[in-house]
T-cell receptor, first 115, second 112 residues
Framework: GAVVSQHPSWVICKSGTSVKIECRSL??????MFWYRQFPKQSLMLMAT?????????EQGVEKDKFLINHASLTLSTLTVTSAHPEDSSFYIC???????????FGDGTRLSIL | KQEVTQIPAALSVPEGENLVLNCSFT??????LQWFRQDPGKGLTSLLL?????REQTSGRLNASLDKSSGRSTLYIAASQPGDSATYLC???????????FGRGTSLIVHP
């Protein structure tokens, strides 16, 4: 149980393109989803906390207009990287929790490469 | 601001050894602590979750302990195997706001 699906797993696109990443909880309802960014050999950097039906809470230094997060249902959150540039290339991972303080369950991540 | 430190950063051991990975955090007002495993290029797999009121959790060859007052947790891996090779991350969930903070991880290699 507690499976989180993240799609796509790999994206390569040109600079200026907007890219949407989906995070779905397949067998449970997620009140909260977290979006992380991970650089090579680095830990996970929390970008934002997404609660169903409300606006995402962004961490300091993360541009809201650059990284659009939508959490329209209890099983789906999306992260859209708008007008992506090479410096946005990274590994993006989402996690989902069933309730406050519950275990995080992670997707397999999305590797984004901007040319 | 919560800071999470993991020691050692890297570890290479022969198969069969018992291992201890360390995680320390600066703010003891946590809700829980979770240990994860990450394989290269993959997401995270949850290993153990310890609530703030608990002292330890066990799953198979893994045992995690928590000393909240001193801001420490250890992950004990018994009889290590090559398949245990991965990066191990700990994350503390802040009490109240339920925001997670991760350590940088311990990169483990178990060689045959």
């Amino acid at each position: 149980g507690a499976v989180v699906s993240q799609h796509p797993s790999w994206v390569i696109c040109k600079s200026g393109t907007s890219v949407k990443i989906e995070c779905r909880s397949l067998d449970f309802q997620a009140t909260t989803m977290f979006w992380y960014r991970q650089f090579p050999k680095q830990s996970l950097m929390l970008m934002a906390t997404s609660n169903e039906g409300s606006k995402a809470t962004y961490e300091q230094g993360v541009e809201k207009d650059k990284f659009l997060i939508n959490h329209a249902s209890l099983t789906l959150s999306t992260l859209t990287v708008t007008s992506a540039h090479p410096e946005d290339s990274s590994f993006y991972i989402c996690s989902a929790v069933q309730g406050n303080g519950q275990p995080q369950h992670f997707g397999d991540g999305t590797r984004l490469s901007i040319l | 601001k919560q800071e999470v430190t993991q020691i050692p950063a890297a570890l290479s051991v022969p198969e069969g050894e018992n291992l201890v990975l360390n995680c320390s955090f600066t703010d003891s007002a946590i809700y829980n602590l979770q240990w994860f495993r990450q394989d290269p290029g993959k997401g995270l797999t949850s290993l153990l979750l310890i609530q703030s009121s608990q002292r330890e959790q066990t799953s198979g060859r893994l045992n995690a302990s928590l000393d909240k007052s001193s801001g420490r947790s250890t992950l004990y891996i018994a009889a290590s195997q090559p398949g245990d090779s991965a990066t191990y991350l700990c994350a503390v969930m802040r009490g109240g706001s339920y925001i997670p903070t991760f350590g940088r991880g311990t990169s483990l290699i178990v060689h045959p």
